[in-house]
């Protein structure tokens, strides 16, 4: 295991060069969006479970754009690897369609239809009110990231990831602030609370748009420029790279689209259980701070979907891409075991004596945001492997089906229906019920296994001549 860490230097200052920008992007957003929740919290607990059933829908939304920026990355990061940058133009042209045309409908339907759609999430009357008010402001602002993480996620197929840093730097700190003046009533400005945090959050949006828009026009004459924009490309993309986006792309979107549904549906059975009231607002606080732990995990695998994508790209040998993600792999295990290591030695001796008081949850709160943390800890080692498997290795291979078979049968055919039939059938405390569910990732660690070690996975979806 440990031999295929021995890599030349040249290796780890590519992976490095990758894996830190987005590891600081995950970081910085994970922990200014802890202060975000904190400050939703003051305002009470149907205020903070509220936001966690609001932004619900949302993170379906944004994960199936995730899945359009994951399939376009995976002709891009190997249309890289051939430095064909026109190509690149029409998968990015492609992208930006389908991303802004489906954020904006799922916008507006949740903007005119708010009770219904957040109504499937919770029965719990109090928080739900709270839910309506905060994504009726806040929909929009999905359109104008749905531009702006395009964009963002191009740029890092092309081995250039730092203006997604500084991005998400703008970006969430003018969140914070615009939060902090909107919430609780700054400049003058009358405290709106929940309203005022969906308030900031489109302002900050608003505000990474401007950023990425003005580096777009200041970059693009630049003759070093890694990715200058074609519009003729974008804008006629082409039948051919369509046919090919659709075939690579659809199973990616699907994935994203069913495994954020299928993650969603943990919040509908924890909004269902009789201890909801508790449930809901630990869970949105333990998500919080499980994604500040878990962003050297996200890091490798982003990293790894690039470079496993450039090498088959550049038409290096199956056993030379085969080698390469194998000490991928590697690092991802052993970054997941260190990060579930230092979340549960965190939690135990900052997160339970300090964290919790200030956000004022109620004694049953506490108790299941520390089960829900303790599981996260346990098995974040094999997250890391599926995650870099399916995200990096897979996709960046040209794999697109394979991942889709490993991360929706585990969760649509068992972790969801376990969840449901302990939580609402058997009325099973939280513990009981996060653990089954959190039990798929020895499922996915197998049939990945599985996977990998075939090598049938290793695809080269590029063509020579696009037209």
Same mark, same amino acid.
């Given at each position: 295991?440990?031999?295929?860490?021995?890599?030349?230097?040249?290796?780890?200052?590519?992976?490095?060069?990758?894996?830190?920008?987005?590891?600081?992007?995950?970081?910085?957003?994970?922990?200014?969006?802890?202060?975000?929740?904190?400050?939703?919290?003051?305002?009470?607990?149907?205020?903070?479970?509220?936001?966690?059933?609001?932004?619900?829908?949302?993170?379906?939304?944004?994960? #199936?754009? !995730? %899945?359009?920026?994951?399939?376009?990355?995976?002709?891009?990061?190997?249309?890289?690897?051939?430095?064909?940058?026109?190509?690149?133009?029409?998968?990015?042209?492609? /992208?930006?369609?389908?991303?802004?045309?489906?954020?904006?409908?799922?916008?507006?339907?949740?903007?005119?239809? =708010?009770?219904?759609?957040?109504?499937?999430?919770?029965?719990?009357?109090?928080?739900?009110?709270?839910?309506?008010?905060?994504?009726?402001?806040?929909?929009?602002?999905?359109?104008?990231?749905?531009?702006?993480?395009?964009?963002?996620?191009?740029?890092?197929?092309?081995?250039?990831?730092?203006? %997604?840093?500084?991005?998400?730097?703008? %970006?969430?700190?003018?969140?914070?602030?615009?939060?902090?003046?909107?919430?609780?009533?700054?400049?003058?400005?009358?405290?709106?609370?929940?309203?005022?945090?969906? &308030?900031?959050?489109?302002?900050?949006?608003?505000?990474?748009?401007?950023? +990425?828009? @003005?580096?777009? @026009?200041?970059?693009?004459?630049?003759?070093?420029?890694?990715?200058?924009?074609? =519009?003729?490309?974008?804008?006629?993309?082409?039948?051919?790279?369509?046919?090919?986006?659709?075939?690579?792309?659809?199973?990616?979107?699907?994935?994203? /689209?069913?495994?954020?549904?299928?993650?969603?549906?943990?919040?509908?059975?924890?909004?269902?259980?009789?201890?909801? *009231?508790?449930?809901? =607002?630990?869970?949105?606080?333990?998500?919080?701070?499980?994604?500040?732990?878990?962003?050297?995990?996200? @890091? +490798?695998?982003?990293? /790894?979907?690039?470079?496993?994508?450039?090498?088959?790209?550049?038409?290096?040998?199956?056993?030379?891409?085969?080698?390469?993600?194998?000490? #991928?792999?590697?690092?991802?295990?052993?970054?997941?075991?260190?990060?579930?290591?230092?979340?549960?030695?965190? $939690?135990?001796?900052?997160?339970?004596?300090?964290?919790?008081?200030?956000?004022? $949850?109620?004694?049953?709160?506490?108790? @299941?945001?520390?089960?829900?943390?303790?599981?996260?800890?346990?098995?974040? $080692?094999?997250?890391?492997?599926?995650?870099?498997?399916?995200?990096?290795?897979?996709? *960046?291979? %040209?794999?697109?089906?394979?991942?889709?078979?490993?991360?929706?049968?585990?969760?649509? !055919?068992?972790?969801?229906?376990?969840?449901?039939?302990?939580?609402?059938?058997?009325?099973?405390?939280? &513990?009981? +019920?996060?653990?089954?569910?959190?039990?798929?990732?020895?499922?996915?660690?197998?049939?990945?296994?599985?996977? #990998?070690?075939?090598?049938?996975?290793?695809?080269?979806?590029?063509?020579?001549?696009?037209?």
């Amino acid at each position: 295991m440990f031999k295929s860490l021995r890599k030349p230097r040249e290796f780890y200052k590519s992976f490095f060069a990758m894996a830190v920008p987005v590891m600081l992007q995950n970081l910085i957003g994970s922990s200014l969006g802890l202060v975000d929740t904190f400050m939703v919290g003051t305002l009470g607990q149907n205020e903070l479970g509220g936001l966690s059933i609001a932004n619900t829908p949302f993170f379906v939304a944004m994960l #199936f754009v !995730f %899945g359009l920026q994951s399939g376009g990355a995976v002709l891009m990061s190997q249309y890289w690897g051939k430095r064909d940058i026109p190509t690149i133009n029409r998968v990015l042209g492609i /992208t930006w369609m389908f991303a802004v045309g489906a954020s904006f409908i799922f916008a507006t339907i949740v903007f005119l239809f =708010p009770r219904a759609v957040m109504g499937l999430i919770t029965n719990n009357e109090a928080q739900l009110e709270v839910a309506v008010r905060y994504g009726r402001i806040v929909a929009y602002s999905y359109v104008l990231n749905s531009f702006t993480s395009i964009y963002i996620g191009a740029r890092r197929s092309c081995e250039s990831p730092q203006l %997604g840093t500084a991005v998400v730097i703008i %970006g969430m700190g003018s969140n914070v602030v615009f939060n902090y003046i909107f919430i609780f009533g700054k400049l003058g400005f009358a405290p709106m609370g929940v309203e005022g945090a969906a &308030l900031g959050t489109l302002m900050a949006r608003v505000v990474e748009l401007i950023v +990425v828009v @003005a580096y777009m @026009a200041a970059t693009q004459r630049k003759p070093n420029q890694v990715l200058r924009l074609m =519009p003729s490309r974008i804008f006629r993309p082409g039948v051919t790279i369509m046919k090919d986006f659709l075939r690579y792309a659809s199973p990616v979107m699907l994935n994203e /689209t069913l495994w954020g549904l299928g993650f969603s549906m943990y919040t509908v059975i924890f909004g269902h259980m009789a201890t909801s *009231g508790d449930v809901v =607002p630990a869970y949105a606080v333990a998500r919080n701070i499980e994604q500040i732990a878990t962003v050297a995990m996200m @890091a +490798v695998a982003n990293a /790894t979907a690039v470079l496993v994508g450039k090498a088959v790209g550049a038409g290096e040998s199956k056993e030379e891409v085969f080698s390469l993600s194998r000490t #991928f792999i590697t690092i991802a295990m052993l970054s997941g075991l260190a990060s579930g290591l230092i979340l549960l030695i965190v $939690l135990f001796t900052i997160l339970r004596p300090f964290v919790y008081p200030a956000f004022d $949850l109620t004694e049953g709160a506490q108790r @299941a945001c520390t089960i829900i943390l303790t599981l996260q800890g346990i098995f974040c $080692l094999f997250r890391s492997f599926s995650s870099t498997l399916v995200v990096g290795v897979l996709r *960046g291979g %040209g794999d697109v089906t394979f991942g889709l078979v490993i991360d929706i049968s585990a969760m649509w !055919f068992y972790a969801i229906p376990a969840g449901a039939i302990a939580g609402l059938v058997f009325g099973l405390d939280i &513990l009981w +019920v996060y653990m089954l569910i959190m039990s798929e990732e020895l499922i996915k660690f197998i049939l990945g296994m599985i996977r #990998f070690r075939s090598g049938k996975w290793i695809k080269n979806v590029t063509r020579d001549i696009v037209a």
